[in-house]
């Protein structure tokens, strides 16, 4: 091992990406819903919402997993953004990525179908206990399950299927885990440990218990009725995130890397922050000090200052606090003109994708510099008066941007934020 | 590290496990040395259930203790005991610039309920909407904090006010390697100065049982050392276990004062698909790495193996190449605490370090033996049950 000394001023950029998600797979397709306002959330039919307060969510249906494992959903959506990306940044040989690999992802556990499984196996013998269950597993051959449910399996087969190099780092920041990925990356670059890194971010948690889970914090919405009206970021009858599935990838590389090679440069990863929260394990702190640091973070390391960026594309998950407390926190480091920058939420259209969300909304604010078209906050009907924000109501709209800058906040006081920018000049 | 990079200390560091709390405890534990595992309540199973704790002592608040699950309160106990022993603790600007890598699998299921549910579960197609509605009305809603991999570090920052920046590592045995790892690279790069490593794992959970048995990885009883599984096929014994340790760069150590325990010289990971032999590889290519860092004379090794064949025995193997170099395995006292394994034998091989020589041996297979050469050099191995391999070398602070 031997890192060279940060170079924090050498760029880092992107020349590949890829994207899946509820409104469809690839860039293409994302681009031209996301920018025409379609909504991906749908009624859940994967599975029985009999007694669930919520059953709607951004599913991704039309990639089948047999039989359906939400560690298993998640990889292939992680393959496909991962070939992508790959396929775009036209780097390495097939099945011969040249860096290492940061993905996030859910926590695995074992499922439902699992233990029913074993279950009903071992129910012969009386009532189900753990000791019924480990008995009736000693049993029979159920490999299969622990290498599905290993927290580690996603990474690893994803690490196989593409060839990347040395250990892979599964990590998981709650709702910033996908931006944890880009800086862990990053930093590796700049470490000068790697010229090359994928970084990517999976989830496919939408089934019963993730559901309930949140559910039981009121984390989600209950606009059961019109399910694609039912994300409202930024509105003041907001009532909740949606679960949503689908992954991102970004193949990252030093600018000298990507030069050298010819390759085409799609934006660069200008900026990095972070400030972990201590107050509360959902809420943040009520003087949004740790946002508020974590993007002057981020705009420091991208030695831009606040009059620089031209769009946010926010972490504006819907729930009451989030939203307030992130136009707080932007209202502080943007002042005045906090109101004139435009700020829209693309999980308004695709749902909240939890792990995943941080790489795909990297994703389309580097679709949004390319196209300088700014993606819409949907279902903004009811203005809320403590959020006086331009949220870009409703319809796409053509803006000239070269700076973004990306929020992710998570559960557990977890605040990442990303500066993104064009090819340098 | 290269000549470029800053040199890391580990000026902190924080264990529990089944043999007591803190570093005089393990030390003399680890030199009589009994293992203690528990095999009541886990027929046919075995697990190094936790030493009794006072988490009132780095957990003050009840409320905290309540809003999480053994494992959390492991890990916050140990992330506690290292700030404290980096004098780090309370020291709020510090604890600001904290960065901090925790490695976690995931908490405690309510396994009750999860009975409960099976018990009843209808043959019909309503098994679903019995689900729902039997986890909507029995789930504790505060018990997903408890679940989440992150809000290990999420309590860590809310009780002991570390918040530089926190990111949790996912995937067993690789999550702790590659915590250290990262972590280190950091500092050495100038990325960080200073930065809270660990984890926790209870492992006095049938869940987690459930969960490796699926792998037919654990050993059942009797008790061996982790070199004598191989006859019965191997095996690991979870052990409920936490460690932290505080790694800092040398400027800013010196700057507070801070004393170092060891150093952290080098730290190299890969995996492998792991057809036959290819660990045994794998370690010899990481070796070749920081092999050129190493004094044979004085080196220890404290190995992480888990008991699981072909892995253990795999590794028997590369360290047979390695010559007289004395091992010990701390798999037979403490257990294996998958996450933080690797992070509790480095702290573990600063004991060593601190102590000049390595603890008794606890194996009468051969690999270990009676051997009070002075050492200054540890060479940490991780070899993961299912992925990963990984080599840390500490040496002493003098």
């Known amino acids: ?418 500066v993104l920018g064009p090819e340098p000049k | 590290m290269s000549d470029a990079s800053r040199e890391i200390w580990i000026t902190g560091l924080g264990i529990v496990s089944c043999l007591g709390e803190g570093p005089q405890v393990h030390w003399q534990r680890l030199n009589e040395p009994v293992p203690t595992p528990e095999l009541q309540g886990f027929a046919p199973y075995i697990v190094h259930r936790l030493a009794p704790i006072e988490f009132d002592k780095q957990i003050p608040k009840k409320g905290d203790q309540r809003q999480m699950e053994l494992w959390q309160r492991i890990g916050t106990y140990a992330a506690g005991l290292a700030l404290e022993s980096a004098g780090a603790k309370g020291s709020a600007g510090l604890l600001a610039r904290m960065d901090m890598i925790v490695a976690a699998g995931g908490g405690e299921r309510d396994e009750a309920l999860d009975v409960k549910i099976l018990s009843n579960l209808p043959t019909s197609d309503d098994k679903q909407p019995f689900i729902n509605e039997s986890l909507m009305g029995g789930l504790r809603p505060t018990l997903f904090l408890a679940q989440l991999s992150n809000l290990l570090a999420g309590n860590i920052s809310i009780v002991h006010g570390v918040t530089g920046s926190s990111r949790t590592f996912m995937g067993e045995e690789t999550s702790g390697i590659e915590a250290v790892r990262i972590a280190s690279a950091r500092i050495a790069a100038g990325q960080s100065d200073i930065a809270l490593v660990g984890g926790a794992l209870n492992g006095d959970r049938k869940d987690t049982l459930l969960l490796y048995e699926f792998g037919k990885r654990l050993l059942k009883q009797p008790f061996a050392p982790v070199w004598e599984r191989k006859p019965r096929g191997g095996g690991l014994i979870l052990g409920s276990l936490g460690a932290f340790l505080v790694l800092e760069s040398r400027e800013h150590a010196q700057a507070r004062n801070a004393k170092p325990m060891a150093r952290l010289a080098c730290i190299v990971s890969d995996r492998c698909i792991r057809q036959a032999g290819d660990t045994a590889k794998s370690l010899a290519r990481l070796w070749q790495r920081i092999e050129n860092k190493s004094v044979r004379q004085t080196l220890g090794i404290i190995s992480g193996a888990t008991g699981c064949e072909p892995a253990t025995s795999e590794e028997r193997d590369w360290l047979r190449t390695l010559g007289d170099v004395p091992v010990r395995a701390t798999g037979t006292y403490v257990g294996h605490g998958m996450e933080p394994q690797f992070v509790m034998n480095i702290a573990l091989a600063t004991l060593a370090l601190q102590h000049g020589q390595l603890f008794a041996p606890g194996d009468n297979s051969g690999v270990e033996s009676v051997d009070k050469r002075p050492i200054t050099q540890v060479a940490v191995t991780g070899v993961g049950h299912w992925r990963g391999e990984g080599i840390a070398l500490v040496e002493a602070a003098q």
Not at chain 1, 155 to 177: D, H, M
């Open chain 1, 1 to 418: 091992m031997a890192p060279a000394r940060d170079r924090p001023r050498n760029p880092i950029v992107v020349t590949g990406m890829g994207i899946v998600t509820s409104l469809g797979i690839g860039k293409t397709d994302n681009w031209r819903k996301l920018t025409s306002g379609h909504s991906g959330i749908r009624r859940i039919s994967r599975f029985s919402t009999a007694g669930l307060r919520t059953t709607i969510a951004g599913t991704v249906d039309f990639v089948p997993i047999e039989p359906f494992t939400s560690a298993g959903l998640a990889e292939q959506l992680a393959a496909l953004a991962a070939e992508e990306a790959i396929t775009e940044a036209a780097i390495g040989a097939i099945g011969d990525f040249p860096g290492p690999l940061f993905i996030a992802v859910a926590p695995v556990e074992t499922e439902w179908s699992h233990r029913e499984a074993v279950s009903v196996e071992s129910r012969s013998n009386g009532d189900v206990s753990y000791d019924s269950l480990l008995r009736e597993v000693a049993k029979g051959d159920y490999i299969a399950i622990h290498e599905r449910c290993m927290f580690a399996s996603v990474a690893e087969n994803i690490a196989v299927r593409f060839g990347t190099k040395g250990s892979p780092v599964s990590l998981s920041t709650a709702c910033a885990s996908g931006a944890s990925a880009i800086q862990l990356g990053v930093e590796a670059i700049r470490r000068g440990e790697t010229d090359v890194a994928l970084c990517a971010g999976a989830d496919g948690s939408v089934n019963a218990e993730s559901l309930i889970r949140f559910s039981l914090l009121s984390a989600l919405s209950m606009s059961n009725e019109f399910p694609e009206a039912a994300a409202k970021p930024f509105s003041k009858n907001r009532d909740g995130f949606v679960m949503a599935e689908g992954a991102g990838a970004l193949v990252l590389e030093s600018l000298e890397h990507a030069k050298a090679r010819g390759a085409r440069i799609l934006g660069v990863i200008e900026g990095l922050g972070e400030m972990a929260d201590s107050f509360h394990r959902t809420r943040s702190s009520p003087d949004g000090k740790p946002i508020i640091g974590c993007i002057r973070n981020a705009l420091a390391d991208a030695g831009l200052d606040p009059i620089d960026i031209d769009y946010v594309n926010p972490h504006g998950t819907g729930t009451p606090e989030n939203d307030k407390m992130e136009c707080l926190g932007l209202t502080a480091v943007f002042g005045s003109r906090v109101k004139s920058i435009p700020v829209s939420s693309n999980k308004s259209m695709i749902g909240h994708t939890l792990s995943a969300a941080g790489v795909i909304e990297a994703v389309v604010s580097l679709l949004t510099i390319q196209h300088q078209r700014l993606p819409p906050t949907i279902n903004y009907q009811i203005p809320d008066p403590i959020i006086a924000l331009d949220v870009v109501p409703n319809v796409a709209r053509d803006a000239k941007v070269s700076h973004v800058l990306s929020n992710s906040f998570g559960f557990g006081g977890q605040n990442v934020s990303l």
